[in-house]
């Protein structure tokens, strides 16, 4: 099983009193990336989470967490 990656981009965004619109122009994608980034269904390329990371003025560990997953041993 792959590792998960989960975010506080909406949380970092909302403390920052910034739409959707307004940080998907800051960092240049859609309106829609940043929806998906929201809500976990889109993990963003790594130049995208630098570019986060410099619009929240924090490290990128601090904005994604990726989560390990214990791997399944074969019993064969």
């Not at 970092?12 to 929806?35: F, K, P, W, Y």
């Not at 929201?38 to 989560?67: G, H, M, N, T």
């Amino acid at each position: 099983m792959e590792p998960t990656v989960h975010n506080r981009v909406r949380e970092l965004r909302i403390a920052r009193e910034l739409t959707q619109e307004q940080l998907a122009a800051a960092v240049g994608v859609s309106r829609q990336s940043i929806n998906s980034i929201e809500r976990d269904r889109y993990v963003p390329s790594l130049p995208l989470a630098l570019l986060l990371a410099r619009v929240f003025r924090c490290p990128v560990d601090q904005i994604f967490k990726l989560e390990k997953h214990p791997l399944k041993e074969d019993h064969a």
